[in-house]
Structures are given as structure tokens and as C-alpha cells.
């Protein structure tokens, strides 16, 4: 595959999950929401950060690069652009070397 052609974006947003398990019987495992075992419903905006960089190393992994990030502007995700030091002025983040530009739609 061409280099150009492994260029991707990671996007996020909050919803809202409702707790339910479903037996994939196809796959024969029992299929659900992720707990995070802290009883909370949403996720705060450390957790969210450490979620988006483990994301874009899986990414990685399968030989794609992370070009941009993309959210909407909910009260998390710009916890989480402050927390990166994102601003008008200063729109990327270097993670591990690669320069990912954060967008809000």
C-alpha cells in the first residue's frame, strides 16, 4: 500500500450506552458495553486522553498513520484540547514523534 494511502484520522464522540449483553452466537461469546469499573457513566477527560493515545498506537501497529484527530466540542473533548495544550494558535499534538492535528466539527 502505498505511504499516502495509510494516512487516517481518529474520531470520537460521546454517546450513550445502555447497558445490555447479547450472545454472539456466530462468535459464541457474549458481546457488550466496556466497564471501566469506576461505576461512572462517562468518561473523564484523563481517561479520554489515555484512551485516544492508546487508539492511535493501535493504530500504528497495523502500519497507519494518525493524521488528525476529529470531536466535537462537548465539554470532555475540549477538557481533553486544554489538557493537550491545544488552541487556535497551536492546533497539533506530538505523540510519540508524530505531529496529529486536532479538529472540532
Not at 475540549?78 to 514523534?97: A, D, F, W
Request: aromatic share 6%.
Amino acid at each position: 500500500m502505498p505511504e499516502s494511502h495509510r494516512n487516517c484520522q481518529i474520531t470520537w464522540d460521546e454517546i450513550s450506552v445502555k447497558k445490555d449483553l447479547v450472545y454472539n452466537n456466530h462468535k459464541d461469546v457474549t458481546d457488550g458495553f466496556i466497564d471501566n469499573d469506576d461505576g461512572k457513566s462517562t468518561v473523564n477527560s484523563k481517561k479520554l486522553i489515555k484512551l485516544i493515545k492508546d487508539n492511535i498506537d493501535i493504530v500504528k501497529e497495523i502500519a497507519l498513520n494518525v493524521k488528525e484527530a476529529v470531536s466535537d466540542q462537548g465539554l470532555a473533548n475540549q477538557s481533553v484540547l486544554n489538557l493537550l495544550e491545544i488552541t487556535e494558535n497551536r492546533y497539533h499534538y506530538n505523540h510519540k514523534g508524530a505531529k496529529i492535528h486536532f479538529m472540532c466539527d
